[in-house]
């Protein structure tokens, strides 16, 4: 058994969905609220180039 030392600042939750964790980044360093905060997420997700954004933010990493 080996230990692989990870930090937390730079991984995603493997618990949370992909969409959630996004929006929560969102609040806490801008402020937004839900349900805004949704769009601005999808809005994310196809920037940086991933297909089907929706079905991308309801997935767990």
């Not at 999808?42 to 933010?57: F, S, Y």
């Amino acid at each position: 058994m080996g230990l692989v030392p990870q930090d937390p600042m730079v991984g995603l939750n493997p618990t949370l969905r992909i969409g959630r964790q996004i929006a929560e980044a969102l609040i806490q360093a801008h402020g937004r609220r839900y349900p805004a905060v949704d769009a601005d997420v999808l809005e994310l997700l196809q920037q940086v180039g991933l297909d089907k954004p929706v079905l991308r933010a309801r997935q767990y990493p």
